[in-house]
């Protein structure tokens, strides 16, 4: 199911919330909740991208030499198994950079 971009981004605040309330009372952290709403941020940002810049999917796929339907499948959030070289791929052809960090947790 695809969500507007409004709606991500009230995730994110609603997320960002959560995280502050529970640092110092619930130490757990779902993993899976936390890897959606990553892949969420850098998925939305990337197809926020697509439409100011008028690239279409179909182009990506030539590109990167790959189907429409795994072009589909790599932008979809509700997907979590994403092949990364690809998703790099896409974000050096839109101009973009993928950080990832890893940090001790609060």
């Known amino acids: 199911m695809k969500r507007p971009l409004s709606y991500l981004v009230k995730r994110w605040r609603q997320h960002d919330r959560l995280l502050s309330d529970r640092r110092g009372t619930c130490p757990a952290r779902d993993p899976e909740y936390l890897l959606r709403t990553q892949l969420e941020r850098v998925l939305a940002r990337i197809r ?3 439409t100011a810049k ?19 499948r ?15 791929r896409i974000s050096l052809l839109l ?9 001790a947790a609060a």
Do not use: H
């Not at 101009?95 to 940090?103: F, I, K, Q, S, T």
């Open 48 to 50: 926020e991208t697509l």
């Open 54 to 72: 008028g690239i279409s999917k179909r182009y990506l796929a030539t590109q990167l030499g790959t189907s429409d339907n795994q072009i589909q």
């Open 74 to 88: 790599l932008l979809d959030p509700s997907i979590l198994n994403k092949n990364l070289e690809q998703l790099y």
């Open 95 to 103: 101009g973009l950079e993928l950080e990832w960090r890893v940090r």
